[in-house]
């Protein structure tokens, strides 16, 4: 059974930083790109940072440019966000994602969700920023 389980959320001061991990189960995470999208409280889920699976490319959308890093550890089958000077604007529940049926061709597709109907998610974890 597919099974991606996130951890690391929290409450945090604006400034403050957070790592956020996320465990697959049932299937090998470095076969298939990956994604960390985001969901504030009444807006749309978007996309954050997605990394390809073969070239290790990565993607990340403006506002986290510079701040927030994207990796994953192959041997722990786990991917990270490394999320730094965090903002109250980066509030929201974090999810991540892989493209179990390969249907994206390119990390930015990944992250803007075009293929998401092919994509396992995981329950999220909450993070909020304020202080």
């Known amino acids: 059974q597919v099974q991606l389980v996130e951890s690391g959320g929290g409450l945090v001061q604006p400034g403050g930083s957070l790592r956020l991990s996320c465990a697959a189960a049932g299937f090998t995470l470095d076969s298939y790109a990956i994604g960390w999208f985001r969901q504030a409280p009444g807006k749309e889920r978007e996309g954050v940072s997605c990394?390809?699976?073969?070239?290790?490319?990565?993607y990340y959308t403006d506002s986290v440019k510079g701040r927030f890093t994207i990796s994953r550890d192959n041997a722990k089958n786990t991917v990270y966000l490394q999320m730094n000077s965090l903002k109250p604007e980066d509030t929201g529940v974090y999810y991540c994602?892989?493209?179990?049926?390969?249907?994206?061709?390119?990390?930015?597709?990944?992250?803007?969700?075009?293929?998401?109907?092919?994509?396992?998610w995981g329950q999220g974890t909450q993070v909020t920023v304020s202080s």
């Open positions: 990394m390809g699976n073969s070239d290790g490319s990565t």
């Open positions: 994602s892989a493209d179990i049926l390969q249907l994206v061709a390119t990390v930015q597709a990944m992250c803007n969700m075009t293929f998401s109907r092919g994509y396992a």
